[in-house]
């Protein structure tokens, strides 16, 4: 049985849109995968009425159409597990995106539904209970998402982010930002479909200037993290971590970062074989990301 505080702070990204006519310009894809957590609205009581979906340019959305309001609601991935007993809910695809609704004095629509778009491939109820109701999203990947909170018709859209578009290749890849420092806070990595992937959790707004490529020889990438300074301060990159690290991923084995000061850092990751990489920027957070086919 799923019961969440909805109380905490909102990690993912909620955005709050007044109207269908706000809503009509489309919007880039989703990047955040953290949780997203909001408050109710409107005078209730609240009652789910249908469940929608449709595909957009870079992403596929969910709505869910209310009465009386929008319910407090919670947004993450895991495991979807029925509302009323302690059994977990198999969804298609490798990523299940789990939401779960409170304050709810009913819910008409707890159809499965199959639409096969490129990211979101399947909807299901988890039951509704006690005021609770909960949803599972079957994904291709695990990708960006979003919650849009709309008014005049009450309803609450997820929209899934489709899975990259760049193509993954051997050549050098270079990516200039504007970041005064590239200093990296964390790292992360993760077995996706085809994939694996790499994450650098940067400090600071701005994007780094960033190069990517493999060793002359043998399956060694080196990214080569930059700093721009400013008109006020010298250039700086730095990782205050361990500078080893280990990975049990099909293609990541290995980390290594070198800082060589004058606002250059290295990170030179070890593969099991000279297969093919791509690159991105993304911010909100900034991240650098790399991704090394399997």
């Known amino acids: 049985m799923l019961r969440f505080s909805f109380f905490a702070l909102t990690v993912g990204v909620v955005l709050l849109l007044p109207s269908a006519a706000a809503a009509a310009t489309d919007l880039p894809a989703p990047t955040v995968t953290g949780t997203a957590i909001g408050p109710a609205s409107g005078a209730g009581p609240v009652t789910l009425i249908g469940v929608r979906t449709g595909r957009h340019a870079a992403y596929d959305r969910t709505v869910f159409d209310f009465t009386g309001g929008t319910p407090a609601y919670r947004v993450e991935y895991g495991r979807l597990e029925h509302q009323a007993r302690d059994e977990a ?8 995106l789990v939401i779960v609704f409170q ?16 990211t979101l491939l399947q909807i299901k109820s988890g039951g509704f209970f006690e005021g609770y109701a909960s949803f599972g999203l079957g994904l291709a990947d695990r990708v960006g998402f979003r919650v849009l909170i709309l008014h005049n018709p009450e309803r609450i859209a997820v929209d899934v982010a489709h899975q990259p578009s760049q193509p993954f290749g051997t050549t050098t890849v270079a990516r200039t930002g504007t970041a005064p420092d590239a200093v990296v806070a964390a790292v992360r990595s993760g077995r996706h479909p085809g994939y694996d992937r790499l994450v650098f959790d940067m400090t600071g707004p701005d994007l780094p200037t960033v190069s990517v490529s ?81």
């Open 214 to 294: 493999y060793a002359s020889t043998g399956p060694t990438i080196r990214l080569t993290f930059t700093g721009n300074g400013s008109p006020t301060q010298s250039p700086h990159a730095s990782y205050t971590g361990p500078a080893d690290h280990t990975f049990d991923l099909p293609s990541l084995r290995a980390l290594h970062f070198t800082i060589i000061g004058a606002g250059l850092m290295t990170a030179d990751v070890t593969t099991a074989h000279r297969n093919g990489f791509r690159i991105m920027l993304l911010q909100h957070p900034t991240r650098v990301v790399l991704d090394v086919r399997t």
């Open 103 to 118: 304050g709810l004095a009913g819910v008409r629509d707890t159809a499965t539904r199959n639409p096969r778009l490129p």
């Open 89 to 96: 809910i198999q969804l298609s695809g490798p990523a299940d």
